[in-house]
Structures are given as C-alpha cells and as structure tokens.
C-alpha cells in the first residue's frame, strides 16, 4: 500500500516567496520573515 504525500508549501504560496526573494531588499528581514513561516507550518 502506499502513502499519499502531504505537502508542507502550496504552490501560491511558494510564489509569493520566490517573489519576495527575488525583490528582496532588506535580506535579514526575509529571512526572519521566512523563518517565522516556517515555524508557523510545523506548529499547526
């Protein structure tokens, strides 16, 4: 029997990141941006 993946980013959501890379100006604030997220997705 196999296993349905569960996926941890949808795709709008991985947009609005790679967007907001890509135009970042301040790279300490993404990144704490990022980081809260991240830590947002494993809690839930």
């Known amino acids: ?3 349905k993946l569960v996926r ?3 795709l709008r959501k991985f947009k609005a ?3 907001a ?3 970042c100006e301040d790279l ?3 990144i ?4 809260e997220g991240a830590t ?3 809690n839930t």
């Open 32 to 35: 704490k941006a990022i980081a």
């Open 21 to 23: 890379i890509s135009t």
């Open 17 to 19: 990141i790679s967007h």
């Open 8 to 10: 941890k980013f949808n």
């Open 1 to 3: 029997m196999q296993q």
């Open 40 to 42: 947002r997705s494993f």
């Open 28 to 30: 300490n604030l993404l």
